[in-house]
C-alpha cells in the first residue's frame, strides 16, 4: 500500500483543527490511513487503499476528515472560471498518445508544505492510477513562462531539441531518451514508435516530452511562481480526467483560483476539467443487511454526507453522487463500505449466530480431489500454472484465432504476458512441455484448475469453471491412448460420457472429438504439426481437457 510524507502543522491546517496525536491517529481512519512514523513535524502516513489517488496527498486526506469531523459536508464545491485557453491536439499524436486534459491555477501561493504535496502527488497517482505513467502522465508547469495556445503535437527524434529538467544542455528527443536518467526509465513507453509526443507554446518553447520528461525552463515550479498549467496525458480520456480531476481538486482545497482548458482535437472540442458529479443507487435494505444495522433513510443521508457525498431518500433507494475525483465507486457495496466508515466499525455490535451450521468441503472441491486422485493413479504428474494468461499463447498459438476476442481481459495490465484470465488449459500445459522438451519422454502431466470466460447471464458478466487437462507427450502419443485416460477418469468416478466428431483447429483433422461428460462439455484429440511447432513441441502429443 502506498505511503506519503506530510507536514502535521499543514494538514492540520489544511483539517482547519488541531489534533492530538491519538485524534488524529483517529481521523486517519476515516480516510483509510495510520501513522506509520512521526519525527517532529514530519508524518509518515500509510493510505490502506490503493484504489484511491485522491487520498495520496495531505490536501485529499483532509478533504476526507473534515466531511467525517462534520467541518464540511456532501460534494466539495469546486468553482472552476472559465479560460480562454487552448490546448491544440494535432493528429500526429493520435495513434501514439491520443488523449490530454488540462487545466489552469491561478493566485498560487507557494510554500515548501505545498511544493512536497504536489510533487508527492504527482509521483504517486502517475506510480499507481496511472501505471507508472503508462496510462497517465502528469505535468505541472510555469505558466507564465508559456504563451497560448498551447500544441501537442509528435516530432521525429531528430526534429526537436529542448533542455530536460535538471539539465543545462539541449538535447534531441532521441538522446533524452538513450542518456536522461527520466529517459532511459521510461523510453519503453515510447518504444516503437517513429515519432515522440511534445506539448509546446505558440511560440515553439517545449513545456515536456510526454510521458517522460519536463523541459528545464517551463517544467519546473518555484517559490516566484504564481501561475501553474497542469496537464494529464495518456491512453483513456476518462483515465485522463480522472488524474487531472485528482490533481486540481487538491490545489483547490489550498484556495486557488481553478480556470478551464480547452482542448481542441482534430474532430471534437472537450473543456477540462470537469467537476460534474457521478451518480449510483444504493437500496436501503441492501445497506442494512450488509452492515447489519437497521439505519433510516435520513441517518443513511447523513452518514453519506460526512463521505463526501450529496445524497436523497427516493422511495426505498438512496440516490447518491459522488465527486468527478472519485474513480473507485464500480458498485453499490463501494458507497456502502464508505456509509461503514461514517458510522464506525466499532459502533457496530457483533451479534451471536442464531442458526448453527456445520462446516463442509465444496462438492466442486471433492470432485476436484476425486479427478486428481485418478489421475494419480494413471501415473500422470501434476502441475500447476498461471491462472493469468495472454491472448497470443491462449488463442494464436493454439490455433484459435477465433477465440481471440472472447476472453476475460485486464483493464490496466501490468505485463504484456499477462493481459487475460486462461479460458482454457491446454494452452498452458503445451507451454509447461516446451520448457521441458529436453527431458525424457513419454511426459505425461495433468492440471485440475479455474478458468474464466464470459457468460452475459451471470452478474458479473464471467463465469469460473473448474476443469481438468491431460496432456501426454511421446510416442504413442495418439488419439486411443488420450481416450483411454478419459474412460479411466469416467469409469472411477461412475460417470457417462458421449464422444461427437469435431474439427477443432489445434488438432489433426479426424482425430479429435467433442466430449460429453456428466452433463459437461470438453474435447480430447492429437495436436497437429502447427500447433506443435507453435509451441516448440518436437514430439506426438496428446490432450484432454473436461468441464469437471
Known amino acids: 500500500m502506498p505511503s506519503i510524507e506530510a507536514s502535521r502543522k499543514d494538514l492540520e491546517a489544511l483539517i482547519g483543527k488541531r489534533l492530538s496525536r491519538q485524534q488524529l491517529g483517529e481521523a486517519l481512519e476515516f480516510a483509510k490511513g495510520e501513522i506509520d512514523s512521526e519525527e517532529g513535524d514530519r508524518l509518515v502516513i500509510d493510505v490502506k487503499d490503493s484504489n484511491r489517488p485522491d487520498l495520496l496527498s495531505a490536501e485529499g486526506i483532509a478533504r476526507e476528515i473534515k466531511g467525517r469531523l462534520g467541518k464540511e459536508k456532501g ?137 517522460v520528461i519536463n523541459s528545464q525552463l517551463t517544467g519546473k515550479v518555484s517559490e516566484k511562481t504564481k501561475e501553474v498549467l497542469v496537464e494529464v496525458t495518456g491512453y483513456r480520456q476518462e483515465t485522463v480526467n480522472t488524474a487531472l480531476n485528482v490533481m486540481v481538486s487538491a490545489l483547490a482545497e489550498r484556495g486557488f483560483d481553478i480556470y478551464s482548458v480547452n482542448v481542441k482535437y482534430p474532430n471534437r472540442a472537450i473543456v477540462t476539467p470537469d467537476f460534474s458529479p457521478r451518480k449510483i443507487l444504493v437500496q436501503i435494505e441492501e445497506a442494512e443487511k450488509i452492515i447489519g444495522v437497521d439505519l433510516p433513510g435520513k441517518k443513511i443521508v447523513e452518514l453519506l454526507q460526512q463521505a463526501r457525498y450529496d445524497a436523497k431518500v427516493v422511495g426505498k433507494m438512496i440516490e447518491c453522487k459522488y465527486p468527478a475525483y472519485r474513480q473507485d465507486i464500480l458498485h453499490p457495496v463501494d458507497v456502502i463500505e464508505d456509509l461503514l466508515i461514517s458510522y464506525g466499525y466499532n459502533n457496530v455490535e457483533p451479534l451471536p449466530v442464531k442458526v448453527p451450521t456445520i462446516g463442509g468441503e465444496l462438492q466442486s472441491e471433492k470432485m476436484r480431489r476425486a479427478v486428481e486422485n485418478v489421475c494419480i493413479g494413471l501415473g500422470l504428474q501434476g502441475v500447476l500454472t498461471y491462472t493469468m494468461s495472454n491472448k497470443e499463447k491462449q488463442a494464436a498459438m493454439a490455433g484459435l484465432e477465433a477465440e481471440k476476442e472472447q476472453f476475460v481481459e485486464i483493464a490496466n495490465p501490468a505485463s504484456e504476458n499477462y493481459t487475460i484470465f486462461r479460458k482454457m488449459l491446454f494452452p498452458e500445459l503445451l507451454e509447461f512441455l516446451s520448457k521441458n522438451k529436453n527431458e525424457s519422454y513419454p511426459q505425461k502431466i495433468f492440471e485440475a484448475g479455474k478458468t474464466l470466460e464470459l457468460d452475459s447471464k451471470s452478474e458479473t458478466g464471467v463465469a469460473e469453471k473448474n476443469k481438468l487437462c491431460i496432456a501426454l507427450s511421446g510416442k504413442g502419443a495418439e488419439f486411443t491412448v488420450i481416450k483411454g485416460a478419459l474412460d479411466a477418469i469416467a469409469g472411477n468416478l461412475g460417470m457417462q460420457y ?48 473436461i468441464e469437471i
Open 498 to 545: 458421449s464422444l461427437q466428431e469435431s474439427n477443432i483447429p489445434s488438432f489433426e483433422q479426424g482425430k479429435s472429438a467433442a466430449v460429453k461428460i456428466g452433463g459437461k462439455n470438453g474435447f480430447l484429440g492429437e495436436l497437429n504439426k502447427k500447433t506443435l511447432q507453435n509451441f516448440g513441441l518436437l514430439q506426438p502429443t496428446a490432450v484432454l481437457e
Open 75 to 211: 460534494i466539495p464545491k469546486y468553482i472552476v472560471l472559465k479560460s480562454n485557453v487552448s490546448v491544440i491536439v494535432d493528429k500526429s499524436v493520435l495513434e501514439i498518445r491520443p488523449c490530454i486534459a488540462a487545466a489552469l491555477v491561478k493566485n498560487v501561493k507557494v510554500s515548501e508544505a505545498f511544493l512536497v504535496q504536489m510533487v508527492q502527488l504527482q509521483e504517486k497517482v502517475c506510480g499507481t492510477f496511472g501505471r507508472k505513467r503508462k496510462e497517465a502522465a502528469i505535468g505541472l508547469y510555469d505558466w507564465q513562462k508559456l504563451k497560448e495556445p498551447m500544441h501537442y503535437k509528435a516530432y521525429k527524434p531528430k526534429e526537436k531539441k529542448f533542455t530536460p529538467l535538471e539539465y543545462s544542455v539541449e538535447m534531441d528527443l532521441e538522446e533524452i531518451l538513450l542518456e536522461h536518467p527520466k529517459g532511459k526509465e521510461y523510453a519503453n513507453l515510447l518504444q516503437g514508435c517513429d515519432r515522440y509526443p511534445i506539448l509546446e507554446d505558440s511560440l515553439g518553447t517545449v513545456a515536456s516530452m510526454p510521458p
